[in-house]
T-cell receptor, first 116, second 111 residues
Framework: GAVVSQHPSRVICKSGTSVKIECRSL??????MFWYRQFPKQSLMLMAT?????????EQGVEKDKFLINHASLTLSTLTVTSAHPEDSSFYIC????????????FGPGTRLLVL | RKEVEQDPGPFNVPEGATVAFNCTYS??????FFWYRQDCRKEPKLLMS???SGNEDGRFTAQLNRASQYISLLIRDSKLSDSATYLC????????????FGTGTRLKVLA
């Protein structure tokens, strides 16, 4: 199957700092990437949909100024958590799809963020 | 009502048992259906897509009932390695690649 990587896999930061997470599709061009957040014992919640070359579409309740998404190329999307606070501590997972008739999303390994 | 509903479990079953998970979805416009498996602290991994005609992959069988908006997953001859959370996933409707995840059903296969 297609490979999606995420970096970093784990990050610990102080409250108020910004954290950037990268999501890369390694062997295919991802026209659409998705960013999810998962809190303990809960399901994945979609935060935003990222299309290459255009602005991300955010889900209701997700602050676009807090979670900055950039999808500058067909293989890279970044999520920046600005001025992170302890309540932003979570498991952030990206996924990518090549679009067209194939709708399967391929997930990255996730980034575990802990804000102290 | 949640868009995708699953019994969270946990289901504790002995090795070799057959176990079935169910899932209901609310959006009748959904076109694609999947079962994903998620191990603790890992990303979801595609187990199988679900088709109206039903599909089987080894010990795993998935069924879709569009009229009842219901999806099932059957695991036969459970292995210890099947222990995981099984996520029912439905796409957001025609023309979208968005996935809607259920909360997942935890399975623990006991020796």
């Amino acid at each position: 199957g297609a490979v999606v990587s995420q970096h970093p896999s784990r990050v610990i930061c102080k409250s108020g700092t910004s954290v950037k997470i990268e999501c890369r599709s390694l062997d295919f061009q991802a026209t659409t990437m998705f960013w999810y957040r998962q809190f303990p014992k809960q399901s994945l919640m979609l935060m935003a949909t990222s299309n290459e070359g255009s602005k991300a579409t955010y889900e209701q309740g997700v602050e676009k100024d807090k979670f900055l998404i950039n999808h500058a190329s067909l293989t890279l999307s970044t999520l920046t958590v600005t001025s992170a606070h302890p309540e932003d501590s979570s498991f952030y997972i990206c996924s990518a799809t090549s679009g067209g008739a194939v709708e399967t999303q391929y997930f990255g390994p996730g980034t575990r963020l802990l804000v102290l | 009502r949640k868009e995708v509903e699953q019994d969270p479990g946990p289901f504790n079953v002995p090795e070799g048992a057959t176990v079935a998970f169910n899932c209901t979805y609310s959006n009748s416009a959904s076109q694609s259906f999947f079962w994903y498996r998620q191990d603790c602290r890992k990303e979801p991994k595609l187990l199988m897509s679900v088709y109206s005609s039903g599909n089987e992959d080894g010990r795993f069988t998935a069924q879709l009932n569009r009229a009842s908006q219901y999806i099932s997953l059957l695991i036969r001859d459970s292995k210890l390695s099947d222990s995981a959370t099984y996520l029912c996933v439905v796409n957001g409707g025609s023309g979208t690649y968005k996935y809607i995840f259920g909360t997942g059903t935890r399975l623990k296969v006991l020796a």
